[in-house]
């Protein structure tokens, strides 16, 4: 009996990675029989290996932590998390100084959906050598909700052996729009990955039915980056609007000062994240990040099953 991490599940078989190398590895009857999401990308599991390098899956560890994508409330299977990837430890997200050009926008969305999971958040300043004056604003907006910001150049090079270390022995998941530099990075720390860059990513194999199977990449000296999907395919969709507040660590303190404890901190009276926000105790531009993705989350659930297919 030897223990490893799954890699990839393709149909019934699983790529596992043990100390014995990679195997590939079918359920136990038993576990079989339970619901289809029982392993997942990240799980680690007990198996029995054959001299043939095949092995047979028996017993699933508790999951520390599970990136899930949610069913929305009034499907008919209710709000049941679907995971997508087991024991993530954290989301690393990446923006670029320049080209493009950081998109707060875009980085609330993905620190939300980290939030939601319950997963800690880390932001990735890359190609600082373009304009090293990108960082300040960034920490300034980030700092009092407690995301660290860590500047990093492939180029110049700066920050890597930072890099490194938050990524070392740990289970991550790197988001980030397309061209920040995500691949560059990690062929800068990881030569042996050679990933294409400046293209599509297709390396880690994002084809049309790959989107709820997760991928994870083991990194020498330990720890795994998670591909495919990433935060954007597991989206926003399902998460529940009145805990959307929350997502905003610094939104938190205020949240039992509203006068109406079912506040939307929209336009009710008596908001105090709103009166907090025209104070600059939080940054303006964060709540209407919140505004917006309230506005996204909040739709009936009848059209939800359109908003998935985008
Ligand atoms: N100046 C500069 N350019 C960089 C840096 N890192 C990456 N680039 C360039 O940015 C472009 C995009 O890099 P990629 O690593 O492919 O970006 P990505 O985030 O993986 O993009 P997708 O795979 O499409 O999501 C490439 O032309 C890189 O050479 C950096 O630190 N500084
Ligand atoms: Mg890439
Ligand atoms: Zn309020």
Known sequence: MTS???????????????????????????????????????????????????????????RRSVLARRAAAGDRIGRRAQPIAANVDQVVVVAAAREPEPNPRMLDRFLVIAEANRLPAVIVLNKIDLDRGALEPLVARYAPAGYQVLATSVTQPLGLPALRDLLRGRESVLAGQSGVGKSSLLNALYPALNLRIGAISEKWGTGKHTTRAALLVPLAGGGYVVDTPGLREVGTWGIDPELLAACFPEFRRFLDQCRFDDCRHLAEPGCAVRQAAAEHAVEPDRLESYQRLYEEISVPSWSSGRRRGR
Do not use: F, N, Q
Not at 14 to 28: C, I, K, M, Q
């Open 4 to 62: 490893g991490v799954v890699l990839a599940r393709t149909g019934s078989s699983y790529r596992v990675h043990t100390d014995l190398g990679e195997v590939t590895a079918t359920l136990r009857g038993k576990l079989k029989r339970k619901d289809d999401d029982r392993v997942v990308a990240g799980d680690v599991v007990e198996l029995e290996v054959r001299a043939d390098r095949t092995a047979t899956i028996s017993r699933v560890r508790p």
